[in-house]
């Protein structure tokens, strides 16, 4: 098995350690897409089964989306990786793109919700407490930034989140390390990579916000830290309260215009 070199098991352990992602007797269930940030997370949780007091299974499972047949051709090699790894592993097969015809949404959203959906159910079939998604730090601030300027909210993905309806806690466990990190470590490692299936790849609103900040960063070269910065709750200093209601607003009016 391929170890981590320390610089990246330091970022990966204070992710684990800050927010408490992982307990003794826990089934994690590991999204494995086969992009580099997937395969890199599939090879950190085994590194850290390898070094860590607490002891955990892991599973990994490939959401096929059926968008073409070429997919299916990648999946020895994601079999091969997990078995070098000793991981079980499965695929699922999930017509999104019919799915995606069908729905009114937005393409984006209509593939996120049936692959959560799918992983969820997946993760209770076979007694899995917990979900590792591959979200990294630019993915985080790059939603913290899009739901800025699409929502005019400042909000974004946590590292860990307890999702109550199907009681699986979803865990993050990149979300100290840098895009470019898990690129370069993939590449240094000559690990092959699954090219997306999806047909507006590189076409999407997330990919214009990373195009943005790329762009503004000219600018502010110090942008993609400030946002980091910005999505902890400690970096709230002045900010108008919240709205008042119809009725607070008619009664405040009402003691203007009355005597």
């Excluded at 490939?62 to 299916?72: E, G, K, L, Q, R």
């Excluded at 015809?101 to 984006?108: D, R, S, T, V, W």
């Excluded at 090219?195 to 790329?214: A, H």
């Excluded at 008619?250 to 203007?256: C, G, N």
């Amino acid at each position: 098995m391929i170890n981590l070199p320390q610089k990246y098991f330091s970022k990966l352990i204070r992710a684990v350690v800050e927010f408490d992602m992982i307990q003794d007797g826990d089934k994690i269930l590991i999204g494995l897409s086969g992009g580099k940030d997937s395969l890199f997370l599939t090879l950190a949780l085994a590194n850290l089964q390898k070094r860590l007091a607490r002891k955990f299974s892991l599973q990994a499972v490939t959401v096929n989306p059926m968008f073409n047949s070429d997919f299916a051709k990648n999946i020895p090699a994601l079999e091969k990786f997990c078995v070098e790894l000793e991981i079980p592993y499965r695929v699922e097969e999930v017509d999104i793109k019919s799915a995606i015809k069908a729905a009114k949404y937005n393409p984006c959203f209509t593939c996120a919700y049936f692959r959560r959906a799918s992983i969820n159910r997946i993760a209770q079939e076979i007694d899995a407490n917990k979900i590792a998604y591959a979200h990294h730090l630019d993915d985080a601030v790059e939603t913290f930034f899009m739901s800025l300027l699409s929502s005019g909210q400042l909000t974004t993905f946590l590292p860990s989140t307890f999702l109550s309806r199907t009681n699986l806690t979803v865990i993050r466990p990149l979300v100290y390390l840098k895009e470019r990190e898990i690129r370069s470590f993939i590449k240094s490692q000559k690990i092959d990579i699954v090219k997306s299936p999806c047909p507006i790849d590189g076409k999407t609103n997330r990919q214009q916000i990373k195009n943005l900040i790329v762009e503004l960063s000219k600018i502010y070269p110090d942008l993609f830290d400030r946002l980091a910065s910005a999505m902890r709750k400690s970096s709230i200093v002045d900010l108008w309260d919240a709205p008042k209601s119809k009725a607070e607003m008619h009664e405040i009016y009402y003691s203007y215009v009355h005597k």
